[in-house]
């Protein structure tokens, strides 16, 4: 056989020994009692989210991507290379990004295999022409691993930089909300009302903490468990000021102190902060403009200056 009969043979090697390994796996973990009582437990679930969806709308049909979504949740709940105390990590973080869906945790965990896959096939598939590893098949496969890893990965990291910006937004944001809940309150509007109002009023400036005021605002006028329903938006949006927020409240509905003087003086601490942090960045602006002047701006203005200088000694040294 040829050199390049060669190389596709021992991609396809490869790559059939990741996918070979991964069902070896999948079977291992799928066939213990453990796995077949959770898969019993999601069955369950899933049939009764389908018999509530069926009793609301009986005609609807679903289309195409309700149907990918669909399979690509099955898929992610069958995987057993996750255990439980992950998913509930990534459950949690999902729920900060603002994913509160019942199948998010698999969708993302069946984005994090296919993800993987298709790097580690995109590797394969560069074979030979790959720098450095390209020659020698065993750092092929290393490399095919390794870009299966880092595809897992990235999906996460993504989620987990998309809570971060949402977090970041949102502390940004709370002093307005604050002082709009200030203004509810002393209107005479109950703690529930000020909230949903609160809630009303973000749509167009915060969307995100819009929503977790509004689900919240839900949760008080459905249950009525304030201090649950409280320590539920701290758990969704894991802020230190969202939770002094919370503990502020608690500790004046104990103690029977008005909310409005609590929530003014937490106002103007959060705002007060709020001035800091921009302070402090741009304190740290003029160091950071160091180097792109040193790269973008100093070089053309040395040229602009120095150039027709320059040019002119050069003229004078092709005379002599």
């Given at each position: 056989m040829?050199g390049?009969?060669?190389?596709?043979?021992?991609?396809?090697?490869?790559?059939?020994?990741?996918?070979?390994g991964?069902?070896?796996?999948?079977?291992?973990?799928?066939?213990?009692?453990?796995?077949?009582?959770?898969?019993?437990?999601?069955e369950?679930?899933?049939?009764?989210?389908?018999?509530?969806?069926a009793s609301?709308?009986?005609?609807?049909?679903?289309g195409?991507?309700q149907?990918?979504?669909?399979?690509?949740?099955?898929?992610?709940?069958?995987?057993?290379l996750?255990?439980?105390?992950?998913?509930?990590?990534l459950?949690?973080?999902?729920?900060?990004?603002?994913?509160?869906?019942?199948?998010?945790?698999?969708?993302?965990?069946?984005?994090?295999?296919?993800?993987?896959?298709?790097?580690?096939?995109?590797?394969?598939?560069?074979?030979?022409?790959?720098?450095?590893?390209?020659?020698?098949?065993v750092?092929?496969?290393?490399?095919m691993?390794?870009?299966?890893?880092?595809?897992?990965?990235?999906?996460?990291?993504?989620?987990?930089?998309?809570?971060r910006?949402?977090?970041?937004?949102?502390?940004?944001?709370l002093?307005?909300?604050?002082?709009?809940l200030?203004?509810?309150?002393?209107?005479?509007?109950?703690?529930?009302?000020?909230i949903?109002?609160?809630?009303?009023?973000?749509?167009?400036?915060?969307p995100?903490?819009s929503d977790?005021?509004?689900?919240?605002?839900?949760?008080?006028?459905?249950?009525?468990?304030t201090?649950?329903?409280?320590h539920?938006l701290?758990?969704?949006?894991?802020?230190?000021?969202?939770r002094?927020?919370i503990?502020t409240?608690?500790?004046?509905?104990?103690?029977?102190?008005?909310?409005?003087?609590?929530?003014?003086?937490?106002?103007?601490?959060?705002?007060?902060?709020?001035v800091?942090?921009?302070?402090?960045?741009?304190?740290?602006?003029?160091?950071k403009?160091?180097?792109?002047?040193?790269?973008?701006?100093?070089?053309?203005?040395?040229?602009?200056?120095a150039?027709?200088?320059?040019?002119?000694?050069l003229?004078?040294?092709n005379?002599?």
């Open positions: 040829s390049p009969n060669v190389d596709r043979l021992l991609n396809l090697i490869m790559l059939l020994a990741l996918f070979a991964l069902a070896i796996w999948w079977m291992t973990k799928h066939g213990s009692r453990s796995r077949r009582i959770a898969m019993r437990l999601q369950a679930t899933v049939d009764m989210r389908v018999e509530g969806t609301g709308s009986a005609t609807a049909t679903p195409p991507r149907r990918l979504l669909a399979y690509m949740a099955r898929l992610g709940e069958n995987i057993p996750f255990d439980a105390a992950y998913r509930i990590k459950q949690r973080e999902m729920v900060r990004s603002g994913y509160r869906g019942n199948t998010a945790v698999s969708l993302l965990l069946a984005v994090k295999l296919c993800f993987g896959l298709a790097c580690a096939a995109t590797t394969i598939m560069l074979g030979s022409s790959l720098p450095v590893v390209g020659p020698y098949p750092a092929r496969g290393i490399a691993m390794g870009a299966f890893i880092v595809g897992m990965i990235v999906p996460e990291y993504m989620m987990t930089w998309r809570a910006r949402r977090r970041a937004l949102m502390a940004a944001c002093p307005d909300a604050l002082d709009l200030i203004i509810c309150t002393n209107a005479g509007n109950s703690f529930p009302v000020s949903r109002r609160v809630a009303d009023e973000l749509a167009t400036i915060c995100p903490l977790e005021f509004s689900l919240t605002a839900d949760e008080l006028h459905l249950s009525g468990d201090n649950r329903a409280l539920g701290a758990e969704r949006i894991d802020l230190p000021s969202i002094a927020l503990t409240l608690t500790q004046s509905m104990r103690y029977g102190t008005p909310i409005t003087q609590a929530l003014r003086t937490l106002s103007r601490t959060e705002r007060l902060t709020h800091v942090a921009l302070e402090e960045k741009a304190a740290k602006l003029a160091p403009m160091v180097v792109p002047m040193l790269l973008f701006i100093l070089p053309p203005v040395v040229a602009i200056s150039g027709p200088a320059v040019i002119q000694l003229e004078f040294m005379r002599k």
